[in-house]
């Protein structure tokens, strides 16, 4: 891989004035993509994980900015000596961990370039590319998903910042004039409540959190054997809080879980909501870009009736971070809880103004990367890859259930498998798991993680890189039987 410590080049260093010359910005540039491509070509050199200790990187930088400015180069080098050291590798194929996801080519490029833009997306006018691609784009996904046309897509960073949005829309909607007296002091507003499972992912809980509604706004719904929010009990809770006085207004399924990618059955929860006129938000963080994939879109069954859908290009669809997409039916209500514009801002034009829909004022220009990504690969190209990534979850699970040595603990949905080593006569397996994910860890091959099903340690193994191919997962199963 080539080093920048090695560069030939010349010294760059600013100007006395102004930025960078274009001359030098070619030559760094020309570099640095070359950098990028050897790195992408040597990723499975690099451990997965980064070996450094805590504070490592810190104590090896100065502790304060330096007065003049400094030769790119060096700048360049360092990045060679320690910022790389301390970097964990996302984009390796053996990353599956927590969820694999990588970046693309395509998404890098569209990174570049809304950097050298640098529009902030606040009024129409501010950024019309922003504001009309990123309707033109969210809407190309929505029917790659196949979800109706009566949901608007609107980007936000991430899935936690889109179900923020969504139960603070939810709240908008019960006209309780919250968002002019707000919530405290006031003896005239009952418990106001969420309900999402016992397995949903913590945005939930962060956004509940957020928006004043306490810890007790949220009450957390038993699961199914399958880990599946059970629709019996999300009514009970539902029906009982309503005698006690509270106010049920949302409730929050997901299609594809972080712990196991289970698959909550929305079409069940719709009925409940709808006689009792709550918001049903769907979490598809994860799951929602394998619903391009035409015999995976029964997975999103119930969708059709939900009130907002989020999903996170960024996850499973080779978007660099960060872009999550919120599929909302109600754009009015959000707009009711967020715009506020001050007279600088004011104008007569009769367009979509981005700031309205959302808490921040300005927006990166974050659609074009998905813009680049979907043209690039083509809706064919990107359903090839997840569906490949699907079949190699099934297929490593075919060895689970083959070997006496190991088990599945969790049904495989998408291309998340949980599973566990159980091999005969060993009293405690949570201890022989937690130390097997450890020395593979360790051993900078591959990256796992766990979750706890029922009490039990479990592996959890996600398949999601742009890269991965069958070898990568003999490799890590390869690793698991030798570590055994
Ligand atoms: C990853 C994930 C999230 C959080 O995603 P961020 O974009 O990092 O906020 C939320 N829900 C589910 C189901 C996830 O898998």
């Not at 259930?401 to 159980?422: G, H, I, K, Q």
Request: one cysteine or more; proline letters at 4%; glycine letters at 6%.
């Amino acid at each position: 891989m080539k080093n920048y410590e090695k560069s030939e080049l010349k010294k760059i260093f600013a100007p006395a004035s102004g930025d960078m010359s274009a001359e030098d910005f070619r030559r760094v540039g020309y570099e640095m993509i070359d950098w990028i491509a050897d790195y992408f070509q040597n990723i499975e050199q690099f451990p997965v994980l980064s070996q450094v200790e805590p504070n490592w990187l810190k104590d090896n930088l100065p502790k304060s900015a330096p007065a003049e400015g400094e030769d790119f180069q060096e700048i360049l080098s360092d990045v060679d000596k320690l910022i790389l050291p301390a970097v964990t590798h996302w984009n390796h194929p053996n990353f599956h961990g927590l969820f694999s996801t990588s970046t693309s080519a395509a998404g890098i490029f569209g990174e570049l370039l809304s950097a050298a833009f640098d529009m902030k997306a606040m009024l129409w006018r501010t950024a019309p590319a922003s504001t009309e691609l990123e309707e033109v784009v969210t809407d190309w996904l929505r029917q790659m998903m196949n979800l109706d046309a009566g949901f608007r897509g609107i980007i936000y960073d991430t899935a936690s910042v889109s179900t923020l949005h969504a139960i603070a829309a939810a709240r908008e909607g019960l006209d309780l004039k919250i968002r002019e007296t707000g919530m405290s002091g006031r003896s005239d507003l009952p418990l106001l409540r969420v309900y999402t499972s016992e397995q949903s992912h913590s945005s939930v809980e962060k956004a509940v959190l957020l928006l004043g509604l306490g810890q007790k706004g949220l009450r957390k719904i038993e699961c199914d054997a399958q880990f599946r929010m059970r629709a019996d009990r999300l009514r009970e809770a539902i029906e009982e809080d309503k005698q006690n006085g509270y106010i049920p207004f949302c409730v929050v399924a997901t299609v594809g879980t972080t712990s196991t990618a289970s698959i909550d059955p929305v079409d069940q929860y719709v009925a409940v909501c709808e006689e009792n006129a709550m918001w049903l938000h769907v979490d598809a963080a994860y799951a929602g870009s394998a619903a391009i994939v035409p015999e995976l879109q029964t997975y999103l069954k119930g969708c059709e009736r939900a009130d907002s859908v989020v999903t996170n290009p960024h996850k499973w669809m080779f978007t660099p971070f960060d872009l999550s997409v919120l599929y909302c039916r109600h754009t009015d209500l959000l707009k009711r809880a967020f715009a506020l514009v001050p007279e600088y801002l004011k104008t007569n034009e009769t367009v979509t103004n981005q700031m309205d829909y959302g808490i921040q004022l300005g927006r990166r220009f974050r659609s074009l990367k998905l813009w680049f990504v979907i043209r690039y690969f083509g809706q064919n190209g990107l359903i090839e890859r997840i569906r490949e990534h699907c079949r190699l979850a099934q297929l490593l699970a075919s060895w689970i259930e083959e070997s006496d040595d190991w088990e599945l603990t969790a049904p495989v949905n998408f291309a998340l498998v949980c599973f566990r080593a159980c091999p005969k006569g060993v009293e405690n397996l949570d201890e022989l798991n937690e130390k097997l994910m450890n020395n593979i860890n360790a051993s900078g091959e591959a990256y796992l993680s766990h979750t706890k099903l029922n009490g039990k340690f479990t592996l959890r193994l996600s398949i999601g890189n742009i890269r991965v191919e069958e070898r990568h997962i003999e490799k890590i199963w390869n690793l698991l039987n030798e570590k055994l």
